[in-house]
């Protein structure tokens, strides 16, 4: 993204806010969305734009884990893995995950990184667990073949 | 099933496609808000919500006409925000109108709008939510093009924006207080109440913060009328209500039913009982902020008051069910690490409490356990209680009292052989 579309596309987020600061969520949302995570120049970039203290940015990204701070994955899997989801057997199916993938069973990202998997709380979509968010989007009802398929599919999207 | 003769909230399950404009118009979409805007003052509309007794749905129960006829009538400028940050644990209800029935939720904001003379409403979805965001932005394109949002609705004096924000990830922007704090670009951390929102709100101006099942429930009530409303539900819990239904059942989802229904009409007739016929063991009926419920009741009824009366609250009707072959020091154990992992830190109690919580819990799993374990759980309870700044602490100490309550020999087998 060059500085110029970044720029762009934050004057049209400040036209819904009467100040500033209100579009630093999705200051840094844009900033992080094409390499999933953050880096020191994200942070100044987004401080400076809004007027804010680097600190008080800093905070906000330590506060609210969609934000990453350190780089991860191409692809983010996301499981959840709380009281609903666990039920239906959403703990077992991210271990199994993980071990197909080659990491150990709490998660982490693949040697080539291309995968970050990680356990995340609720996806308000416990009717349908297992459920996994993947850079946002939501995959659910997910069997392990299921899940085969979709890294497939991530894996190839990669190389082409 | 007994259920609606037609859905009320979830009319995407009756009317295909009722998130595009055209569908919604023509089956009595904008209806209510042309009605007010014709017909009734800002006042008078406020007067049909109360009088429908519809109560928030995000789990509080607080009559929303009431909370309406708070904002001052003289404030130059208040805001309508809605709370679309759905992360309760069990809870997915207001994912189902936001991805199927858009437009409901847009006329009902509009409607909130008019009664307290907002101008701008911001809809604070969660960031989790962001590709599904993607179909509410397209519903308010399709609104402003027919001009039911935007300058003028209508031809009219009344105009209106309503713009998406999307969170970044935190269960306790729920909160209103600490929602507002995080749409002016803060830490979600909860504001110390009074002031309540209705005095000092978003920007430090006037503001309702409604939750998004709350304003689906204004366009029908408007357009049909109070008494409409109230035949659905009990005389104090009028109207109908979304029960989320996950767990250990058969048929999980969404059932939208007149509130006051037994519980067995939800487990039974809609969600087919325990998997394999196996017996329920016991109901978390609000999402993780719940007050356990042992066994099974199937005369139960569904409203406010009667889970009350049995120790429990409605909040926000999300039934997470238990079946014998749930071990409930684990289950509550996974309850109490996601409070632990939300709490925001701003209070020692919580910050603190939920953190010890899961560390006796993580002792009780793993075999570790010290001879005094759930005492000490009861204890930390006890010095949370009333303790904490807002209901996020508060909630965590209710799934942990009463299961040591109703279930105290299962955590006492965790203790170590009191002979040695």
């Known amino acids: 993204m ?65 934000f990453r701070r350190q780089p991860s994955g191409k692809y983010v899997i996301q499981v959840c893995t709380d009281l609903p989801c666990a039920l239906r057997g959403a703990e077992a199916f991210y271990r199994r995950l993980c071990a197909r993938l080659g990491l150990p069973p709490e998660g982490g990202t693949t040697p080539d990184g291309l995968f970050t998997v990680e356990q995340v709380v609720c996806l308000a979509a416990c009717d349908r667990a297992p459920v996994a968010q993947i850079n946002l989007q939501y995959y659910e009802n997910l069997t392990d073949e299921a899940m085969d398929a979709i890294i497939a599919r991530l894996r190839e999207q990669a190389q082409g | 099933m007994v259920a609606l003769k037609e859905h009320v909230l979830l009319r995407h399950r009756d009317v295909p496609d009722i998130r595009s404009l055209d569908v919604y118009l023509a089956h009595g979409g904008y209806q209510a808000l042309a009605k007010a805007l014709r017909t009734l003052q800002p006042g008078q509309v406020t007067e049909m919500v109360k009088a429908s007794g519809l109560r928030g749905r995000g789990g509080a129960g607080f009559p929303t006409g009431v909370k309406w006829s708070y904002i001052p009538k003289d404030a130059p400028t208040t805001y309508v925000v809605v709370n679309a940050d759905e992360s309760e644990p069990g809870t997915f209800k207001d994912r189902e109108i936001i991805e199927g029935n858009p437009h409901q939720l847009l006329e009902g904001t509009a409607l909130c709008a008019y009664a307290i003379g907002a101008r701008v409403a911001y809809i604070y979805g969660r960031g989790e939510f962001r590709t599904l965001f993607a179909g509410v932005q397209q519903a308010i394109d399709e609104a402003y093009q027919a001009g039911w949002l935007g300058k003028n609705i209508q031809g009219s004096d009344f105009s209106l924006d309503i713009y998406i924000h999307l969170g970044a990830g935190a269960y306790i922007c729920g909160e209103e207080t600490a929602l507002l704090e995080s749409l002016e670009g803060k830490l979600g951390m909860p504001r110390a109440r009074p002031p309540y929102p209705a005095q000092v709100g978003l920007y430090g101006k006037p503001t309702v913060v409604n939750n998004v099942e709350t304003l689906a429930n204004v366009p029908p009530i408007v357009r049909n009328g109070p008494e409409w409303y109230r035949q659905f539900g009990t005389e104090r819990s009028p109207g109908v209500k979304i029960f989320c239904l996950s767990g250990c059942i058969t048929r999980p989802g969404n059932y939208e039913l007149p509130l006051g229904v037994p519980l067995r009409v939800l487990i039974e007739e809609c969600g087919g009982g325990a998997p394999e016929g196996r017996a329920i063991k016991a109901i978390l009926p609000s999402g993780a902020s719940s007050h356990l419920l042992p066994g099974y009741d199937p005369e139960l009824h569904l409203d406010y008051e009667s889970l009350q009366a049995v120790g429990a609250g409605l909040g926000s009707a999300s039934f997470i069910v238990l079946d014998e072959t749930v071990d409930i020091v684990w289950a509550i154990s996974k309850v109490t690490r996601f409070f632990e992992h939300e709490s925001c830190g701003k209070c020692t109690p919580c910050r603190e409490g939920t953190y010890w919580m899961v560390d006796v819990y993580r002792r009780l799993l793993d075999g570790r356990a010290w001879p005094g374990d759930v005492d000490l759980l009861l204890s930390i309870a006890d010095q949370m209680d009333g303790k904490c700044f807002c209901a996020l602490g508060e909630f965590a100490i209710c799934p942990v009292r009463t299961s040591v309550k109703h279930f105290r020999a299962e955590y006492e087998a965790r203790l170590p052989d009191r002979g040695m």
């Open chain 1, 2 to 66: 060059t500085a110029q579309d970044w720029r762009q596309e934050l004057q049209e987020v400040l036209k819904k806010y009467p100040v500033k600061q209100s579009a630093v969520l999705e200051a840094l949302h844009i900033r992080q969305r094409d390499k999933n995570y953050l880096s020191d120049a994200d942070i100044r970039a987004v401080a400076e734009a809004l007027e804010m203290p680097v600190t008080e940015v800093e905070a906000l990204v330590g506060f609210y884990s969609l």
